[in-house]
């Protein structure tokens, strides 16, 4: 089945809660489209300067985080599964915005901008995937939603900024279509939401923005797994296996990313967690998802080629 989920009254909102009501109940296999806004709950394009407010749509409240779409329930989906987010598609809108600088924060102190604001206009073309500033730099698109994932079980309303285990803020570059996002599912029915599109992110987001923008399209295919069990977010692109961290510091972000990444070496390819220690230091790069959201993010990649075996046609197969 398809469905289709657009920003609304009942699907916009800005918290994870597991209190929140589903929007939309799926069964495993299903395809939802979704249209979102971009992370500021814009209505249009910001410009910046001087005496100028950035327009916001209605269902904005001062205490919302990034505006996400959702929640969607699948059916039958409990907590310690695994929920499959297959990416079909990420089409950005024409515009987007980036924002540096101008606000009190570790990094900000540290790169001396802390009250040096400035804002970065962009018109993208979804037809060239290409996006250009009022400066005129040009950069290409590599979209991707920033926001992906299901709340903690604890009742209540929780922040969308901090990436969880079971996904949310997650800011890696890598999940665009064509990849599968893996989540283990904190509360019964998933609860999935997704927001905060981003058209182009560099590793880091070292200013605390990328070009943020609306989404026309998100297609995202949704299934249930009993037989691949993960601790943290998981991820199979074209090309590669990816192992999600998030910690207080990068160090502890690095070791949930290795762990999971050696264990998911162990089980593709049956070996000991020595063996799969000594690969992973010759063939997996870590890399740094972002510093900016209050809990630091780094993932561990293994590229197919890196060691001669077989790719994955599936999540969990091999060729």
Do not use: K
């Not at 600088?101 to 990094?107: L, M, R, T, V, Y």
């Not at 026309?216 to 299934?223: A, K, N, R």
């Amino acid at each position: 089945m398809r469905h289709t989920l657009t920003p609304s009254d009942d699907s916009l909102h800005g918290h994870f809660s597991p209190d929140f009501p589903p929007v939309l109940t799926i069964d495993p296999g299903d395809t939802v489209t979704y249209r979102t806004l971009d992370c500021w709950w814009s209505a249009g394009p910001y410009p910046g300067g001087p005496n100028r407010d950035r327009p916001r749509v209605a269902q904005h409240q001062p205490d919302h985080g990034h505006a996400l779409v959702g929640p969607v329930a699948v059916r039958g989906a409990r907590a310690g599964q695994t929920l499959a987010v297959r990416i079909d598609a990420v089409v950005p809108a024409t515009w987007g915005t980036t924002v540096a600088g101008g606000w009190p924060s570790g990094f900000n102190q540290r790169y001396g901008v802390q009250e040096q604001p400035v804002v970065h206009a962009w018109t993208l073309d979804p037809a060239t995937m290409t996006g250009r500033n009022q400066h005129g730099h040009t950069v290409a698109l590599r979209p991707f939603m920033g926001v992906l994932g299901m709340p903690p079980a604890e009742p209540g309303r929780h922040s969308t900024i901090p990436p969880r285990p079971w996904g949310g803020n997650l800011d890696c570059r890598d999940l665009t279509a064509g990849s599968t996002l893996l989540l283990p599912i904190p509360v019964d029915d998933a609860l999935f939401s997704v927001g905060d599109g981003h058209a182009a992110q560099g590793d880091g987001e070292v200013g605390g923005t990328a070009i943020e923008c609306p989404m026309d399209e998100v297609t995202l295919t949704f299934d249930v797994r009993d037989d691949f069990p993960v601790t943290g977010p998981v991820a199979r692109t074209a090309d590669a296996w990816l192992a999600l961290g998030v910690g207080a510091s990068l160090d502890d972000a690095s070791f949930m990313a290795l762990d999971s990444m050696l264990t998911l070496m162990q089980r593709l390819h049956g070996l000991s967690r020595a063996d799969a220690v000594a690969l992973a230091s010759v063939a997996v790069d870590v890399r740094v998802t972002q510093i900016v959201n209050q809990t630091v993010g780094a993932h561990a990649v293994l590229r197919d080629d890196a060691l001669g075996w077989p790719g994955a046609d599936s999540v969990g197969g091999r060729r």
